[in-house]
Every structure is written in structure tokens, then in C-alpha cells.
């Protein structure tokens, strides 16, 4: 005997067509993650400082500073995670040498200054052979571009300029980086992004590049973006504006605490000011795919070495935290960042790991009748685990050995949006 119902074929249709519009909503502006590598951070230097050796040069001057405090596995104790020492030191020693830096922007605003029309057409153009020359060399980080002069007044026909130059340069000389990037800084209103969406349209249309090609970050600098003056909340509408144009949101520490007029000394990535911006910018980004960046510290590890074990110290406390906190990228402004990045990085990972690792084996293979995790956390523990693998903190050997599992089954178990979205189209 069939099951009876009270609802008909119409009260369905009825439905459908109510939530048709909402549908539309959460699968285009929701997508979710793509699954592509995010880098563990992003390194600034002025435009005109990069050649195609600069990656390897920060990588020795790194290594070169951690030998001088006693090699990594003393540094490692140093900053408080010396029970990971061991396991830590050769994992870092190894990125250091093999890719130091993953996400590179050659700065033309705050880095690179105001030198005049004719030199900065000059350094965009050079700028554009270098990143075309590292390519060939295959010397390259894996991301890399550009952040050029903000879209106010006094800055805007120059940041487009060179935005132009630099792109136009790359486009004609033997095509753009798969890890192109470019930074749209200091955005005040949603109306200054709607300009660089119909900018880079325009970029493709006459350079013949593929529609949506042409993406990019926004620098979260300004109070403005978290309530602008009508009471919105613009970071979270300027992510819809055009889906897919805005890959990420960057938070900057110095020029948004200097705006809320906080003292010089309180400027930091963990004043209760910039927690409350950047969990704003991280509820707006939830589930869009616009990856979150923390920002930076300019307590440089230089010179004395009693300040340079306390800015290692600082430095990794504050990678640390940021990762505790959801915010998997954040900022470094010189070579001697890189050891206590990778550090505070990998140990947050392989701190994690085994447990993690376990939890999705049981998950995937019953293997442990006293754990059972929602579907939910097994999406975080996968991307968890995947994250680590990504930037070296984990090996390939040892997901498989722990988890049971590929690389590609987690990514699939991460983001299983675009493991449906591939099966439909294959």
C-alpha cells in the first residue's frame, strides 16, 4: 500500500518557484571553496627590488639567519615548540631551499612611493619581463603579481596606469602566470570595486584573455568597508557585486588601526579593533570562496640578537594565532619572517595531524567505533589535513599511512561541492 501524502505536484512547483531566486543565491554567490592551493602567506617588496633570484636570495638569508642563531631545531626551542624540534627542522630547512616564498606582490603604493610618471612606467613594464623571466626559469613563486596605487582621488589614474602596463606587458609577452595576482589596496566603497570589475573586463575583452581571467584580492584597510555610512556592511556586499572577480580579502594592520586613530604602540594584528574587522571579513566571506588574509608585523628580526629572538618569538606567536583563528595567510615583509612563518606554520599543522588523520580514517573505513563525526567536521578535518600537505608540513606518505586515504579523496571529502560540480560535467 503506498504512503499517503497531503501535499500535491502543485504545492511542489509552488515551493520550486518561491526559492527559485534563492537557489540562484547560494549556488552563485556561495559556491564555496574551489579547492585550489591558498598560500600560507604573501611576501611585499617594492616593485623595482625583484629579478628572477630574489625567491632564492630570501630563502639563503633566511637559512643564513637561522644558522647563526643555531640552526632550526634551536629556533624551534626558541620560539616555544621544541618538542616538535626534530620533526620541524628538516621540513623547514627544505622549504627554505626549495620554495621560501609562495605568494609574491612587487608593491607599487605604500612600498614603492610616488617617483614620478616616467619611472613607475618604466618599473611596471620591467616588473612584467622579470615575473615573464622567472617563469621561463621556472624560478617563479607559485603566486605572484602586482599591488598598484588605490582607486581615490589623487592615485587613481596612476594605479590603473600601471595596472595596465604591467598586465598588458605580461599578456603580449608570452602569457599571464596561472597564480596571477593582483591587489586592489586601501577600498573605501563598494563603487571603487565595481570600477576594477568593469577595468579588468575591459582588460580581457580588447587582450583577448577568457572571461573572468583576470581576478583580484581587496585590501581591507579602512573603517568604511566594515559600516559605511548608510549602517551596511560593505565588505560583505562588495563580494557579490560581480561572483568570482574578488579572490580575497587582505586585512591591513597598520593602515586600519591608524584610521580608528589607535597609538602607534597598539598597532598590532591582535588589538581587540582588528579581531572585530577581521571577523567581520570572515562571516562575509564564509562559504563565497573569497579566501581571508591576515595581515603582518613590523617587528622585523634584525640586528640585536636579543630583539631578534624577540621578534622570532612575537612573529610566531602571531602566525600561530591567526591559524588558531581561521586566518591561514597573513603578511611578511622581510627574509628573516620566513623561518618562524614556516615554523609556527607546520607545527600548527603537524600538531594536529595524527588526530585528524585517525578521526578521517574512521570516518572513511569505520576503523574506530568511538568516534563519529558529522559529515561537517569531516569537511574541516579533510581540508585540515589538506592544507598541511600543501605547504609541506605534512608529506604525501604520511596522509596515506595515517589517513588511509589520497590526497585527491580528501580534496573530494573538502570540498565536495566541486567533486558534484566535476562529476556533472565529465
Same mark, same amino acid.
Given at each position: ?244 572577480? +574578488?579572490?580575497? *580579502?587582505?586585512? =591591513? ?9 589607535? &597609538? @602607534? /604602540?597598539?598597532? $598590532? ?116 589535513? +589538506?592544507?598541511? *600537505?600543501?605547504? =609541506? ?9 595515517? &589517513? @588511509? /586515504?589520497?590526497? $585527491? ?18
Amino acid at each position: 500500500m503506498a504512503a499517503e501524502t497531503t501535499l500535491g505536484e502543485d504545492d511542489l512547483v509552488r515551493a520550486d518557484d518561491g526559492l527559485r531566486a534563492t537557489d540562484a543565491l547560494l549556488r552563485d554567490s556561495y559556491p564555496g571553496d574551489d579547492g585550489t592551493r591558498q598560500p600560507v602567506h604573501t611576501v611585499y617588496v617594492p616593485a623595482d627590488r625583484f629579478d628572477p633570484g630574489m625567491p632564492a636570495r630570501w630563502g639563503a638569508e633566511a637559512a643564513e639567519a637561522v644558522a647563526v642563531a643555531g640552526g632550526t631545531a634551536r629556533l624551534a626551542e626558541t620560539v616555544g615548540l621544541g618538542e616538535l624540534a626534530e620533526e620541524l627542522s628538516p621540513l623547514v630547512d627544505a622549504k627554505l631551499a626549495a620554495e621560501p616564498i609562495e605568494d609574491l606582490r612587487l608593491d607599487f603604493e605604500d612600498g614603492y612611493g610616488a617617483r614620478g610618471d616616467e619611472q613607475e612606467d618604466a618599473d611596471a613594464v620591467r616588473a612584467a619581463d622579470r615575473v615573464l623571466a622567472a617563469l621561463s626559469e621556472g624560478v617563479a613563486p607559485p603566486f605572484v603579481g602586482i599591488r598598484f596605487k588605490c582607486f581615490e582621488a589623487p592615485t587613481r589614474r596612476r594605479g590603473i596606469r600601471t595596472l595596465d602596463l604591467f598586465v598588458t606587458r605580461l599578456a603580449q609577452g608570452g602569457g599571464l602566470p596561472d597564480g596571477l595576482v593582483l591587489t586592489l589596496p586601501k577600498v573605501t566603497t563598494v563603487d571603487q570595486v565595481d570600477a576594477m570589475v568593469v577595468l579588468v573586463e575591459r582588460l580581457e575583452e580588447r587582450l583577448g584573455l577568457a572571461p573572468g581571467r583576470l581576478r583580484f584580492e581587496v585590501q581591507m584597510e579602512t573603517p568604511q568597508l566594515v559600516v559605511a555610512a548608510d549602517g551596511t556592511v560593505p565588505v560583505a556586499r562588495l563580494l557579490h557585486r560581480s561572483p568570482g572577480r +574578488v579572490s580575497a *580579502l587582505h586585512y =591591513g594592520t597598520y593602515d586600519y588601526s591608524a584610521s580608528l586613530q589607535i &597609538a @602607534a /604602540a597598539h598597532q $598590532s594584528m591582535e588589538h581587540p579593533a582588528a579581531d572585530f574587522a577581521k571577523q567581520v571579513m570572515q562571516v562575509a566571506v564564509a562559504e563565497t570562496g573569497v579566501r581571508l588574509s591576515d595581515g603582518s608585523t613590523n617587528v622585523i628580526p634584525v640586528g640585536d640578537p636579543a630583539h631578534v629572538r624577540d621578534a622570532w618569538r612575537l612573529h610566531a606567536r602571531l602566525v600561530r594565532r591567526s591559524l588558531e583563528r581561521g586566518y591561514y595567510q597573513g603578511w611578511d615583509l622581510a627574509a628573516t619572517q620566513l623561518p618562524t612563518r614556516f615554523l609556527a606554520t607546520y607545527a600548527f599543522y603537524r600538531e594536529g595531524f595524527r588526530s585528524a588523520a585517525r578521526r578521517l580514517d574512521n570516518y572513511l573505513h569505520g576503523s574506530d567505533a568511538t568516534i563519529m563525526d558529522e559529515p561537517a567536521t569531516a569537511r574541516a578535518l579533510a581540508r585540515f589535513v +589538506v592544507r598541511g *600537505l600543501e605547504c =609541506g608540513a605534512v608529506t604525501e606518505a604520511e596522509v596515506r599511512d595515517a &589517513a @588511509a /586515504a589520497t590526497p $585527491s579523496e580528501l580534496v573530494a571529502l573538502a570540498h565536495p561541492k566541486l567533486a558534484t560540480s566535476e562529476k556533472e560535467h565529465s
